[in-house]
């Protein structure tokens, strides 16, 4: 036996009443009345006595680091079996490790049953929250379904998608009822893809009832699109009404009681007004042809005014009425136009012929006329005129053949939109030539060259907007667009369009 501080080591060689066939270490506390406990471990006993009163905090650190060493040489005779007292080393017979091994065996399946109490624990809870979302899943289908029932309205969908959601707020308040008590399946495994499979089924019916309003939705929208397209069409065929009234003879009217000796500038100035609104009623639907065709706008724009900056990508159609002018206005000064075998007569009585034929085909519609007397002067100029503005390969490209211009050629007129929006152009150019020989002395034509100077007296500038510069700002004149005239000593100003050239 051996003391060291306080404590007392005893060896116990054999306790026969106690039937231990191993030595029995005992440590003694030096404080009174201790408590005896004894604890087995395999077929060794361990007498330890321990007191009750005395806290831990209480022994030194001597006496701690004594207790921790005792503590180690019990668990090193444990583990091997070989205790080492006063040199002397004892070897633990087969017997002591079969019982370590039955004691660690144990152990093992001890600490296996709480791993699988764990796994199954964690296995109802997951399966207990799958339940909860597709619970939370079929409500929501459910509420999906309420609203598209609503409109157009469907009482029995309303009361089907109300039970089902019933249903579900009362399996919410179970499965409350079942977590808070602890009452999980027996089958968690199940359950849980039984809880998948339910909240699969209600995203797939969630899904099909956002299908069905994206469809009447889109049915709704095509509708509305169909409405506004008959509605766009009707607004075209009334322009085109409008149009057709604005270019109609029936806007002359004012000169119906007019008479030669009576007319004046004023007479000119409003038939060359609705000549010029004939003349770009006739350059837009050329243009929309042109890219119709998949004519290059501004390549083509370029090629009749090059070199010309035009200040908006828009004004390049001025580029086109300046050519169908032009084209329109060639021989105006000649008083037969230019057309082979076309006899006039004397000086003295050519302002009444021309008056004449400004009389005659003033209320008439082009078309009309040109059916009834396709060889008349008016008809020759037409024939003329078209031939030299409309090109055969923008006629080609325009309808795919040469049929219309052969036809013309031939000596008749085609009944075709394009060619009676060329007709009414042709028929107003056409009173203006008449009218302008009409007057005594005779009207003449004029237009400014490329790079004149701007002036006020000859010239009136096309570009009428709020924001752009005043006329003396620009450098010259780019090209002219519509011809001025000067009757006697009126002068009607030229168009022309400024800018850098």
Known sequence: ?????????????????????????????????????????????????????????????????????????????????VAPVEGIQKVKPQESSRDDQDTGSWSRSQSFDDNDEKLRNTTELEAHLAQLFASVSSIKAAYAQLQYAQSPYNSSGIQSADQIVVSELKNLSELKRCYLKKQFDSSPERTLCL???????????????????????????????????????????????LEKRLNASGHLSVLDNLHLSGISPSHFITVLQHT?????????????????????????????????VFLKSTHKCLAFESFVCREMFDSFHIPNFSLPNES???????????????????????????????????????????????????????????????????????????????????????????LAFSFNPEASIFQVNKGSCFSEVYMESIIDEPSSPPPETYPGVAFTVVPGFRIGKTVIQCQVYLSQC
């Open 1 to 81: 036996m051996e003391v060291r501080g306080g404590l007392v080591a005893t060896l116990a060689p054999r306790f026969d009443d106690l039937s231990i066939s191993r030595p029995i270490v005992t440590v003694l506390s030096t404080v009174e009345k201790p408590s005896l406990r004894i604890q087995r471990l395999g077929r060794n006993y361990f007498l330890l006595y321990l007191m009750d009163s005395v806290k831990r905090s209480a022994v030194t650190p001597s006496k701690s680091r004594l207790a921790r060493t005792f503590a180690k040489v019990l668990h090193l005779r444990v583990v091997t079996g």
């Open 195 to 241: 809880a998948e499979i339910q909240e699969q089924k209600s995203l797939l019916k969630t899904y099909e009832i956002m299908r069905k309003k994206l469809e009447s939705q889109m049915k709704l929208k095509d509708s509305e699109i169909t409405f506004l397209r008959e509605k766009l069409g009707d607004c075209h065929k009334q322009n085109k009404l």
């Open 276 to 308: 010029v609104k004939s003349i770009r009623s006739f350059v837009r639907l050329m243009v929309t042809e042109m890219e119709s065709s998949g004519w290059d706008i501004n390549a083509a724009a370029s090629a009749i005014q090059p070199g010309v």
């Open 344 to 434: 006039l007569p004397e000086q003295k009585h050519r302002h009444r012929l021309f008056f004449d034929r400004f009389f005659e085909l003033k209320s008439a519609r082009p078309k009309e006329y040109l059916a009834r007397k396709p060889k008349s002067t008016f008809g020759k100029f037409c024939r003329a005129k078209y031939l030299k503005l409309v090109h055969p390969k923008m006629e080609s490209s325009f309808s795919g053949n040469l049929s219309q211009r052969n036809l013309i050629s031939s000596g008749d007129f085609p009944n075709t939109p394009f060619f009676n929006s060329f007709s009414e152009m042709a028929k107003r150019v056409w009173l203006l030539h008449c």
